[in-house]
């Protein structure tokens, strides 16, 4: 575990400030550093992008506006106009998971999405959102969800298992989809970051020009893991109002 | 740069602590999922409350007045052009009944000029044509004059010769006779 070159290190959590609460260690980490950074950052794009309220918006105004508007048409033309509801809890999906995504890529910076608890609370806040809002609304016409119209009778009990394994296994990919992608990114990057040096150190002579290789990869690797940050945050975010949508509308 | 060199001052102390996760992969060690748990629920839930309660309001405050404001002007736009097109009907209008009555008068007056030189002209025709009449006549008379004066002369002429000649005398009427059937 001392090894600094370690791929797995980077996900290692270390307190920064111990706190205890009923028995359990609640201490201030660097995830949770970051996640406060996230909230501090997405709060200061917000209030200063709106702060000038101008008609002809500037440039982080235009920025500001342009998430809002993003955002907005996703969950309008996932969900319908009744959607717009649950806006800002997608929007604060996005941005939340966007600004720990973006954080975790800057060098020394921890990433909080990078560990399944966080991500699968992520996803089961969504859940919960869609059973509370499916049943509230729908009561138990909500199940009508699991029973698609048109299916011959014979094959009716299957195909209701099959839904209901698929609705039940939702908070699991959601979850997990995103942890995995942010896990894998950051090995890659830094195993490859890893090769860089181990070829510079170990090498004699000419070859260490041989470390260019590495470099080149992590270079290529560095957008679009960028890309993956942003895409994933959408991913998360678009399949949150489809399955809201799934709440809103149920029956297909 | 002094919060970074913290985290990695407590991440050492750890350390040197003696590595409480050793082995374990980090994102499966359950004595940190408290603490994650903890701040996800903290940090996302303040987000969530700022976002709905302040944050999203204000940008869509702006968004809502643009698109207001860009539907006034928009109605605006259509009454003013609206007016322009009324304006440019009336002036077409006033173009136009000036450009009949400029006709109507202009042709008016020439009708009545035209009238005005045709009678002028005809009366001086009229008068040119009693002048000349007037003028034929006496010339006519004054040419049956002359030619009578003529006839006269040559008899009294051919009277004179013949009595100058002939030492003789004839008749004026037989002198008359000759010069007619010389003439």
């Given at each position: 575990m001392a090894d600094p070159l370690d791929p797995i290190k980077q996900f290692e959590i270390h307190p920064m400030q111990e706190f205890k609460l009923g028995g359990y260690d609640v201490s201030f980490t660097n995830s949770s550093f970051v996640m406060v950074m996230a909230v501090v950052l997405i709060g200061l794009f917000l209030f200063m992008g709106t702060?000038?309220?101008?008609?002809?918006?500037?440039r982080l105004q235009s920025m500001t506006e342009i998430s809002y508007e993003f955002v907005a048409n996703m969950v309008r033309s996932t969900a319908g106009r009744d959607g717009l509801k649950f806006f800002p809890f997608i929007y604060a999906l996005f941005m939340f998971i966007l600004f720990a995504n973006m954080l975790g890529l800057i060098p020394f910076f921890f990433t909080s999405t990078s560990h399944i608890v966080v991500t699968f609370a992520l996803a089961m806040s969504v859940m919960t959102t869609v059973l509370v809002v499916g049943l509230w609304k729908h009561g138990f016409k909500f199940f009508k969800l699991f029973v698609p119209s048109g299916v011959p009778i014979a094959i009716l009990p299957l195909v209701v298992l099959l839904e209901l394994i698929s609705f039940l296994s939702r908070p699991f990919s959601h979850g997990i989809r995103l942890w995995a992608n942010m896990l894998a990114g950051h090995i890659m990057l830094k195993l490859f970051a890893g090769f860089i040096i181990m070829m510079f150190a170990g090498l004699g002579g000419v070859a260490k020009?041989?470390?260019i290789a590495p470099f080149i990869m992590v270079i290529a690797l560095t957008p679009l893991e960028i890309l993956v940050a942003f895409l994933q945050a959408y991913v998360f975010a678009i399949l949150t109002s489809v399955y809201i949508n799934d709440a809103l509308h149920p029956g297909h | 740069m002094s919060i970074l060199s913290f985290t990695f001052a407590a991440a050492a102390a750890t350390n040197e602590a003696g590595?409480?996760?050793?082995?374990?992969?980090p994102p499966l060690d359950v004595s940190t999922f408290p603490s994650q748990l903890f701040w996800l629920f903290i940090t996302f839930g303040l987000l969530l409350l700022l976002l709905s309660k302040f944050l999203l309001p204000r940008v869509g405050g702006i968004l809502e007045d643009r698109s207001n404001r860009i539907a006034d002007d928009l109605d605006s736009a259509a009454r003013m052009q609206r007016d322009a097109e009324l304006a440019e009907k009336a002036y077409d209008q006033a173009l136009s009944d000036a450009r009949a009555k400029a006709h109507n008068v202009s042709e008016t007056t020439r009708a009545s000029i035209a009238a005005e030189i045709n009678s002028e002209l005809a009366a001086a025709e009229q008068h040119a044509g009693e002048q000349l009449e007037l003028a034929e006549a006496k010339i006519r008379k004054m040419r049956a004059k002359a030619l009578s004066n003529v006839d006269e002369i040559a008899a009294k002429t051919a009277k004179n010769l013949v009595e100058k000649l002939h030492t003789g005398t004839i008749n004026i009427a037989t002198a008359q006779k000759a010069v007619k059937a010389l003439g």
């Open positions: 702060s000038k309220r101008s008609l002809v918006p500037g020009i041989g470390a | 590595e409480q996760a050793s082995g374990v992969f």
